[in-house]
Structure formats: structure tokens, C-alpha cells
């Protein structure tokens, strides 16, 4: 079992691939928080979802390594169900498994009893997990190699030989009537230990305790010569129904009973019977015997729970930590499947190692926008490439025509897909990013030291230094809060430095000069080419479709006049 060492459902077996965690804001900012939200009513989940998402991997396999078990998980929503039944009964036992409860007072008898139940449980749990994933639909390597693994961990724990003992061993407590227990004394009979003799199914009949046992050591012919029980012993149970004498005796004795050369010399020596002498004492004699009880097996049960300690570990250790991994792809298949009840497409991606196209999306769109309307049909499906020739995008039209909406949606793509999920798409194909970024407009207090232009620089050379040749990153309007003589002067350079390197951009802007400038500064970078995407308008009507094209308008006071209802018609109306 050691190939399978450190299993997971994240990635292959002994792949050691390099991870980049998102930026805090990229989440936000692609309209992804909404999304893990939407996934789970559980703030654990939720956290631990997003952290799946925003662990970035440029590693091909990764992502289809992950994508295919999502596949298999989609698929079979009959394995979704009872996997989360079996996953609220691992929670229930790790919460309330006393497996590694320590206590001042050493375990007995009842305890071990309550242990063969609870590792049956565990055993039972792990069977499930292996008869769910026998299902002969399953195709994807990360659960066949699961089911290996699983196989596996119950023939290395001999489960099958342990659920044989359990039955045999397992005895109810309702079962247990009696307990014979055996007392050694030294020569002046005073009792020295104690031991158990056996635990019986019937309880002992009532006699006389005192005779009894002065019949027992008066007469040399009854001292048996081994410590087995023959039968011929006899009990008093002491009980409120019928306790005056024998009670009596013992209280008169000050609740001992003893011996020294001869019987019942001194009521003061210790006391080999434990003393009953009321009522509320007497209805709780099970306490007594299990105090009892506890002192007799205190090695013997604490092996046998450490055994059974070291098998539940196996069981459902190994077995609890692929939990989260499952509950993540769970969720977002149930997710997805319900997103595509209600009409939307989503589609398998297929990540590439290399390749001349970097990213080739067909009839995408944007996953929030799909989440809040009702009528998804309405929603305008978009196609992008990313190539050599086409490794900037410099979008523009008109404002809410729909820039941001398809910005975010190119990075939806990306996040989910390399989290090996289904995308929405009718196709997408993709070599995996190393990070994403975004550099959208910051909140007022973020900029109240640089002033926002100064913020706005600071940032984007932030991000561009950490940015690769395989990165993604994603401008919102920036460098627009500025004059426009400004905002182009910084934006071009910036356009020309991110073609040098080589980085995948959509840079969504005002600027349709910066757009028009896209074959100049193709012609200047010489590695890699600008293109210019436009949101098409229709008759004056925004048409939510983007094309490669020119723009189509140069002026971007008037766009802004637009966005802040500062044009004249804008103001007329607003003032009648």
C-alpha cells in the first residue's frame, strides 16, 4: 500500500506539481465568491472549496486528473448520495467516537463492549466505500486507483478476519447478567487481588452469603485446589426487595467483611464484598461493578483498545481524509447538474500540455450572470482565442454593453476547468494558467494615500512582475482615472511590456484609440500580437456580442459623459 501513500483526489499519484495561490481579490473580482456560496450552506465547505479553487496548477495532468473523477462523480449521482449519507456517519463517529478518549479511570469491560460496536461501524463504513466504488461505470484513474487503495487498506487491516472476531466477540450488555470474579488471599486470609473468573449470560441465584461462605473455608473438603470455578459457589444478591439481613450483618460489621485466623474475628480489616447500604446505592450497583470490574481488566482492556484504536485509525483515518476532497466535487456537480436542469450548457474542457493555440472557447459565458437570471436563455454566448497572433485583447465598446461580464468569464473559465469541473461552454481547450490576475477598480479607502492613479500603477506593476509567459490577467478600465492623454501614454507601455513577456490579456477599456493602436503595437513587440475586440452594437442597441474588430468609435469622453449621465439628453431628461 505504500504506492498509495498520501492518496488524494487533487492530483496523481507522486506528482509533484507546483501550485500559486490566487490573489485575495481575484475571486471577487471574476464573480466566483457568489459561486462557492451558491455551493454549500456550510462556512467549512465553503472555505475549503474555495481554497481547491484558488490553488493554481499550469500542470496539464492535474487538471485532467481532476476532471475526469468529476466526471465520473457527475455521472453517477446514485455514488454522490450514498457517499454523503456515509460521510454524515464518519462526522457522527469522529465527534462522538470515545476510540480516543482519555479519563483518569482505566476503561473497563462495558467500555471494550461499546468499542467492538463502534469498530464494527467503522468497518462497515469503509465495506461501503468499496461496494460504491466497484461500480463498473466508474473510468476515471483517480477512483479505479481509489478503489485499489481502498482494497487494499481492508486486506492490510484484515477487516474481513476482524469482523468474524467482532461477531464472536461481541457480546450485548444486555446479555451480561452476572460477572464471577475470584479472590486471592495471602495467610492470614486477608484479601490481596482480585480476578475475573467469567461473565455470564445468567444471573447467579440468591442464598445465604454468609453461610456460604463460612461453609466454604470451615471445611477442608470444599477448598477447591485450582482457581476454576466448578459451579459449586453460591451468591447473595443484596437488593431492596430483600436486604434486612445480610445488610444488616454488614452494617453491623461497619460494612466490612474479613478474616484473619479465624472467620468474622474483626469487623475493621478491609472488605472483599462491596458494601450496599442503601437504597439509591443499591440502584446504582452497576456503577460499583464496573468500578470493579475496571481495576480487574485494566491491562487487558487497555491492549485490547490500543488494537482497536490502531484498526479504526486504519479504517477511518486514511478513509476521512479524502472527505473534503469528495464533498468538494459533490457539491459542484450537484451544482452544475442543477444549472443544467435549468437550461445552461456546460461542457467537459481539455486541457493541453502545449500548443500554438493557448485557449479556444467556444459559446461561453459568464457564470454569475447565468446564476441570477431566470430565463437563461437570454443569456449571449461568446467565443474567444488566445494564439501567438492574439495574446492581448484590448476590448472595448459601449458602457454596460457587457465588458466586464465576458472579462470575468474568460477567467471563470480558467479557474474552473483547471479545478476540474465542468465549464460553461459548448467547448473549451486550454492550456492550464500558472496564476490569474485581475486588476479591477479598487475601493475609495484603498486609495486614499496614492490618490487612485498611483494606486492603480503600483498595483498593475505588482502584478506584472509576478506574471509568466503562461499567466492570466485581466484589466478592468485601468489607468482610467486619469486624463485620458495620461491614462493612454501608460496604458500603451503597459500593452507593449505584457507582449514582451508574453502574457494572456484582455484589457478591458474606454480607450479606443489604445484598441486602434493594436497592429502598431503588434509590429513594435515583434513576439506576440495585440488584437482588438469589440462589443458590437446593432442598430444602437447593445448586442452583448463581442468580434474582433476595430472600434467602433474614438471617443471616449462621450462614453464616460454616458456612464455618469452627463451627456445632454441624459441631463435634460433627468432634470424635467
Known sequence: MDKHAGFSLMHPAGKDAGYRRLPEQVMHDLGLEAFCQALSGDAKERRMITNVLSQITDDADVALYRQQIFGDIFR????????????????????????????????????????????????????????????????????????????????????????????????????????????????????????????????????????????????????????????????????????????????????????????????????????????????????????????????????????????????????????????????????????????????????????????EAKGFYNLKLAMTMENVSEIVPNDLTFDQKRTVYILTGANRGGKTTITQAAGQLFVLAQGGLFVPAESFRYVPCDCIYTHFPADEDKTMDLGRLGEECVRFRELFAQSTGRSLLLLNETFSTTSFEEGYYIARDSVKALLNKGVRTIYNTHMHKLGADAGELTRESGRAGAASLVMRTEDGRRSFKVVAAQPEGSSYAKDIAEKYGVTYDMLISAGS
Open 76 to 359: 453517477l449521482p446514485e455514488l454522490r448520495k450514498t457517499m454523503l449519507e456515509m460521510f454524515d456517519k464518519i462526522q457522527f463517529m469522529k465527534d462522538f467516537s470515545t476510540m480516543h478518549k482519555t479519563t483518569d479511570e482505566e476503561l473497563g469491560l462495558w467500555h471494550l463492549f461499546h468499542r467492538l460496536d463502534e469498530l464494527d461501524s467503522y468497518i462497515k463504513t469503509v465495506e461501503t466505500m468499496r461496494d460504491c466504488l466497484s461500480d463498473e461505470r466508474i473510468s476515471s484513474e483517480g477512483l479505479i486507483s481509489l478503489r485499489e487503495y481502498i482494497g487494499e487498506l481492508y486486506d492490510d487491516a484484515y477487516f474481513a478476519e476482524m469482523k468474524a472476531d467482532i461477531a464472536a466477540l461481541k457480546i450485548k450488555a444486555s446479555d451480561v447478567q452476572s460477572v464471577t470474579l475470584g479472590v486471592n488471599v495471602n495467610e492470614r486470609f486477608e484479601a490481596v487481588s482480585v480476578g475475573l473468573v467469567s461473565v455470564n449470560r445468567k444471573p447467579f441465584r440468591k442464598s445465604g452469603i454468609v453461610s456460604s461462605f463460612a461453609d466454604a473455608i470451615a471445611s477442608r473438603d470444599k477448598l477447591n485446589d485450582t482457581s476454576d470455578w466448578d459451579g459449586d459457589m453460591h451468591y447473595q444478591l443484596i437488593d431492596r426487595e430483600n436486604n434486612s439481613g445480610a445488610r444488616a450483618f454488614i452494617e453491623k460489621l461497619g460494612g466490612i467483611t474479613a478474616v484473619r485466623n479465624t472467620p468474622f474475628v474483626d469487623g475493621s480489616m478491609r472488605s472483599t464484598v462491596v458494601n450496599t447500604m442503601n437504597d439509591e446505592a443499591s440502584a446504582n450497583s452497576t456503577v460499583y461493578l464496573d468500578a470493579a470490574v475496571n481495576k480487574m481488566l485494566g491491562s487487558l482492556v487497555k491492549k485490547l483498545r490500543d488494537t482497536l484504536t490502531k484498526y479504526a485509525n486504519t479504517a477511518i483515518v486514511n478513509v476521512s481524509g479524502l472527505v473534503p476532497e469528495f464533498v468538494y466535487y459533490i457539491r459542484c456537480a450537484e451544482f452544475i447538474s442543477g444549472l443544467m436542469e435549468k437550461g445552461c450548457v456546460f461542457c467537459e474542457a481539455q486541457p493541453i500540455a502545449e500548443d500554438a493555440v493557448s485557449a
